[in-house]
């Protein structure tokens, strides 16, 4: 099964291209997602979060407030590393899961989407990367929008992921969210036929 990253920074729009993806029928092991799942109240990751950060970031229902453990980690790159070494290797174990699983369903093509496969050092798992890049204040909004978070917040946490022009060059696919939905799903659609060559 030949497998490929798709990356790029906050509020670049992965989400609304792995949405296409899936509806032109390519599966798409979502990172993000499994994120959550594996930090569900009762897991590990959710009982070494909770000890590691306090029970100051929980709701009221034990899961974690993850409008406000982000506000920890993206403004504290120590923080922000002692997460992810919590979650990232339980985040790979569940991914590759997800990858056997459609491997023996006979999947040809599957695509991971994840925002931090260069940060990470994780690259060479993919055949090839999809960075998905919009304009800066674009960002900046859409971040403010879908976050309901002030635009220093959202600056804050776009600062503290790679620089989005520097992940799109070091991707061998790059996807312009600049413009309107109908611009982008072309290029996906682009892009899905060159796969399947």
Same mark, same amino acid.
């Given at each position: ?8 920074? !906050? ?60 506000? !920890? ?12 070494? !919590? ?42 990367? !999809? ?67």
């Amino acid at each position: 099964m030949r497998v490929f990253g798709l990356t790029g920074g !906050i509020g670049s729009g992965k989400s609304t291209v792995s949405r296409m993806l899936r509806e032109e029928g390519i599966e798409v092991v979502d990172a993000d997602r499994i994120a959550r799942e594996i930090a569900a109240p009762g897991t590990p990751v959710h009982g070494e979060i909770a000890r590691r950060f306090g029970k100051g970031i929980l709701l009221p229902d034990g899961g974690i407030d993850r409008k406000k453990l982000g506000g !920890i980690v993206f403004s504290d790159a120590d923080k922000r590393a002692a997460l992810e070494a !919590i979650t990232h290797p339980a985040i790979a174990t569940e991914i590759a899961a997800a990858l056997g699983r459609l491997e023996s369903e006979g999947r040809e093509i599957a695509v991971v989407e994840a925002a931090l496969i260069h940060e990470a050092g994780r690259k060479g798992r993919f055949e090839k990367t !999809i960075a998905v890049r919009c304009g800066r204040d674009q960002q900046v909004r859409r971040l403010m929008d879908r976050d309901k978070i002030t635009r220093e917040e959202a600056r804050d946490r776009i600062a503290a992921q790679m620089d989005p022009e520097e992940k799109a060059r070091a991707s061998e696919i790059v996807i312009d969210n600049s413009g309107d939905l109908d611009a982008t799903r072309a290029q996906v659609r682009a892009l899905i036929a060159s796969l399947k060559l």
